[in-house]
């Protein structure tokens, strides 16, 4: 069940091209422009870590060539957790919770930001509301309260802005030297 290093850096670059959902780039373009966003903005390894693999669980699930586009966008995929069993063994919660708690931050940046709902494209639109919608004021002070909540809701806004087709990125390799810092392996 566990993922090394190597096979996380296959998959990506493997699976990495496929489309990000309704967006104009591909899951890689979009991991990586997520990870740049962190590095620029000074977050610690753990959470440019986070930030680089947060999708990763779209591209552990199968890919399901029955449903149509449209028919994908009416469940949730739960993609949050998928990732976090093949990670346990690599990472430690600072670079797993943020990855796990990314879509409960949006519900609660929808709730603590008047602007922020707008600012999402159609496709996040939709997909909160498959994802249980806006939190209520106590469901935001109760995820606040969870460790790593903070580095969540940063996250979220790297990968709200990490969209931009033919956006330059350091390539995968840059980062992957960050996660081997953090794994010893
Ligand atoms: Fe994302």
């Given at each position: 069940m566990a993922l090394n290093l190597e096979e996380i850096a296959r998959l990506l670059e493997a699976?990495?091209?496929?489309?990000?959902?309704?967006?104009?780039?591909s899951q890689l373009a979009h991991a990586l422009q997520c990870a740049q966003l962190a590095e620029e903005a000074g977050e610690t390894p753990e959470t440019i870590v986070a930030a680089l693999l947060h999708d990763l669980g779209h591209l552990l699930?199968?890919?399901?060539?029955?449903?149509t586009p449209d028919a994908q966008q009416q469940?949730?995929?739960?993609?949050?957790?998928?990732?976090l069993p093949f990670l346990r063994g690599l990472f430690a919660p600072a670079v797993l919770e943020p990855m796990r708690l990314h879509v409960d931050a949006k519900r609660y940046l929808c709730a603590a930001d008047s602007g922020y709902w707008d600012t999402l494209s159609p496709a996040s639109k939709r997909s909160l509301e498959l994802q249980g919608g806006i939190y209520t004021d106590e469901e935001a002070q109760r995820f606040l309260a969870q460790p790593f909540a903070a580095e969540a809701v940063r996250l979220r806004r790297y990968d709200d802005a990490a969209?931009?087709?033919?956006q330059r990125t350091p390539a995968l390799d840059h980062f992957m030297e960050i996660a081997h810092s953090l794994t010893g392996a």
């Open positions: 699976k990495g091209q496929r489309q990000y959902g309704r967006e104009a780039v699930a199968p890919e399901r060539t029955d449903e469940r949730d995929d739960l993609h949050q957790y998928i990732a969209k931009v087709p033919g």
